[in-house]
């Protein structure tokens, strides 16, 4: 990603906010966009948030093609919706609006959970609750990935790895204690941030968005270029004749120009498989093949 790619990441986020917005409005089967009862809801206690949290855990437990991930997003806010719609044809709505599409990063859901809680105990109009709920979905989407997959797992991963390497056991645990800190430190803390900053937390939300996520790809794709040049393995052992001179082709020919050269290229060739879609089961079969065969002909 180059480093003057910002409008054109807003402009891929923008497209997919509308397409989640078509999607959401095509799952609707709302008639009515106001409560009943317009008076503000019970007020949630810090419990109440906890318990959220704790049940976004099950986000994507009910996954399916049509609306992703909203029987777990509803199953999250039920607790909270109970107990801030005491009227049960508003409880109804509420429950019907938050069963259409929705699909977001399951680590950050728990701040778009904890506005649309801030929302719906102020009796918001429901295409309101609606339009934010979708707005937040590509956005967190974005720096999630960013954040989690290309950052923190790479970086946590790199440490348990080189412990374990060394016949630690503590590799995998730190591994797992790192991960999870940050893990379940930012859904819980954005599940309390996100309901007590309510709809407000929104316009910060889109302000930062695009800077954040690009520049946590750019962390994560350099902790991945050091990850390659530490633990992949990919040398040469071929020596060639040239007249009474021996060329170690590693040695002599590839680390003068640059050191982990072939690391780098192999790992790029695997990713434009990665690319063209191919299964991680046959890129696996396929590294296993290239090693067997490089090391019978002396190549490797």
């Not at 109440?48 to 609306?67: P, V």
């Not at 992949?232 to 040239?242: D, G, I, R, Y």
């Amino acid at each position: 990603m180059g480093f003057n790619s910002t409008d054109s990441m807003g402009k891929a986020m923008e497209e997919k906010a509308e397409r989640m917005i078509s999607k959401a409005q095509e799952s609707s089967k709302l008639e009515c966009d106001e409560y009943q009862d317009k008076a503000p809801g019970e007020e949630l206690t810090r419990k109440d948030i906890n318990k959220m949290a704790w049940r976004s855990l099950a986000l994507q437990a009910s996954f399916n093609y049509e609306r992703m991930q909203a029987g777990g997003w509803l199953y999250g806010l039920i607790p909270a919706l109970r107990k801030i719609h005491k009227n049960e044809t508003d409880m109804s709505r509420s429950m019907q609006l938050h069963m259409e599409f929705f699909n977001s990063h399951p680590f950050l859901v728990s701040f778009i959970m904890g506005v649309v809680l801030a929302m719906e105990r102020s009796k918001e109009r429901l295409s309101v609750i609606r339009a934010i709920k979708v707005a937040m979905m590509g956005p967190l989407g974005g720096i999630g990935d960013a954040l989690f997959w290309l950052t923190l797992l790479p970086i946590c991963a790199a440490l348990g790895v080189s412990l374990a390497m060394e016949g630690s056991l503590a590799g995998p645990v730190l591994f797992l204690l790192l991960f999870n800190v940050v893990h379940f430190g930012l859904r819980f803390g954005l599940a309390h941030y996100g309901y007590n900053a309510g709809s407000k937390a929104i316009s910060a939300l889109k302000e930062h968005t695009q800077k954040f996520s690009h520049a946590a790809t750019i962390v994560g794709l350099t902790v991945v270029g050091g990850l390659i040049a530490s633990f992949v393995q990919l040398n040469l052992t071929a020596v060639v004749e040239v007249g009474k001179a021996s060329i170690n082709l590693q040695e002599d020919l590839f680390d003068p120009i640059m050191p982990k050269l072939l690391p780098l290229l192999f790992t790029l060739f695997v990713f434009s498989f990665i690319r063209k879609g191919f299964s991680p089961l046959k890129i696996i079969g396929g590294i296993v093949v290239f090693g067997l065969c490089g090391s019978y002909f002396g190549l490797l």
